[in-house]
């Protein structure tokens, strides 16, 4: 999947101008989709340079102009033909399993700090996931959370999960590597 269709789908919500937006990576969306200023600033200008995008320009004395971002007819299109399309399969790089294929006697030691190193970053993770849910999320208002936020907080809830099973995996992982 291309940046170019989370920054639509941001622009589809409302006009935003691209300090907004990298606002939202930070936050949000970052917990599930990842991208630098830079690439988001370069994504609107291919946008707009596509007649996706269209921005509009407002002068400030004190500061550098500012340009509010909007989707276009021909952005809207594209993004529904994007959501028409059946997603493939993603990638699976995973530089951690490929440490792991090279396992043996003289080197479970590394790999066993390695492993126990991912999985105390995996725990904090989870803690900060779960902080999040805890701060915002409050069983006695979800059913009144706007649609964009109830697919937030399901977003969050798999990242939970995947976490969970991140660190159960990873528990399996060190008793392995720890009695080659």
């Known amino acids: ?24 990576f930070d936050t949000a969306v970052g917990y599930f ?11 609107l200008g291919l ?5 996706l995008a269209s ?31 059946p997603l493939k399969p993603g990638g699976n790089k995973d530089a951690l399993l ?13 790999l066993a700090r390695e492993l126990e190193e991912t999985r105390q970053r995996t725990e904090l993770m989870l803690k900060e996931y779960r902080n999040i849910e805890t701060l915002h999320y409050s069983a006695d208002v979800l059913d009144g959370l706007p649609t964009v936020e109830r697919i937030l907080y399901l977003a ?5 999960r ?3 099973a991140q660190l159960a995996w990873l528990d399996e992982a060190v008793v392995t590597v720890k009695n080659l």
């Open 47 to 51: 946008l707009s340079d596509a007649g």
């Open 156 to 160: 969050l809830r798999k990242g939970i």
């Open 55 to 85: 921005f509009k320009l407002q002068t400030q004395s004190d500061k550098p102009d500012k340009k509010t971002y909007r989707i276009t007819a021909a952005g809207r299109r594209e993004l529904m033909a994007w959501l028409e399309k």
């Open 33 to 43: 989709w990842r991208a630098s200023h830079q690439q988001v600033y370069r994504e």
């Open 98 to 110: 490929v440490k792991l294929l090279n396992a043996d006697s003289k080197n479970k030691d590394i």
């Open 1 to 24: 999947m291309a940046l170019k269709y989370v920054v639509l789908t941001l622009l589809s919500r409302d006009a935003q101008t691209g300090y907004e937006i990298v606002k939202t």
């Open 162 to 164: 995947m976490t969970e």
